[in-house]
C-alpha cells in the first residue's frame, strides 16, 4: 500500500504565501506523475499544478505566475508554492500521484486532502 501525507496549508491573508507538501510512503518503486487539485465549496474538483517524471509542468490558467510545483524524488514528495494567494484560492487541496509500486504495477492514490483558506 501507498500513502500520502499533506501538510502546511491554513488561513492567509490574501497576497500571502503558503507551501503545501505531499510526502508519499510505502510500496514504491517509483513515482511518475504528481500533481495538485483542488475542491472550492460547490465546485468540482480541478487540476491546479501537475509534475511529470520527464519534468515537464503544467498549470491552471487562474494560478500561472503565482504557483510553482516542485518534487524530490529522493523523498518521493512533493510540493506547491503557493503565492500572492487570493480569496478565490480558497479550497481543499488533494495531492495526486502515479505510483508504480514494488510490484510493478501502476496505482493513482490521492491524499486525504488539506484546507487552504485565504481571507479577504
Known amino acids: 500500500q501507498v500513502q500520502l501525507v499533506e501538510s502546511g496549508g491554513g488561513l492567509v491573508q490574501a497576497g500571502g504565501s503558503l507551501r503545501l507538501s505531499c510526502a508519499a510512503s510505502?510500496?514504491?518503486?517509483?513515482?511518475?506523475?504528481m500533481a495538485w487539485y483542488r475542491q472550492a465549496p460547490g465546485k468540482e474538483r480541478e487540476m491546479v499544478a501537475r509534475?511529470?517524471?520527464?519534468?515537464?509542468?503544467n498549470y491552471a490558467d487562474s494560478v500561472k505566475g503565482r504557483f510553482t510545483i516542485s518534487r524530490d524524488n529522493a523523498k518521493n514528495t512533493v510540493y506547491l508554492q503557493m503565492n500572492s494567494l487570493k480569496p478565490e484560492d480558497t479550497a481543499t487541496y488533494y495531492c495526486?500521484?502515479?505510483?508504480?509500486?514494488?510490484?510493478?504495477?501502476?496505482?493513482?492514490?490521492w491524499g486525504k486532502g488539506i484546507l487552504v483558506t485565504v481571507s479577504s
Open positions: 509534475s511529470t517524471s520527464g519534468d515537464n509542468t
Open positions: 495526486n500521484m502515479n505510483v508504480i509500486r514494488r510490484t510493478y504495477d501502476r496505482m493513482d492514490y
Open positions: 510505502g510500496s514504491i518503486f517509483r513515482i511518475d506523475l
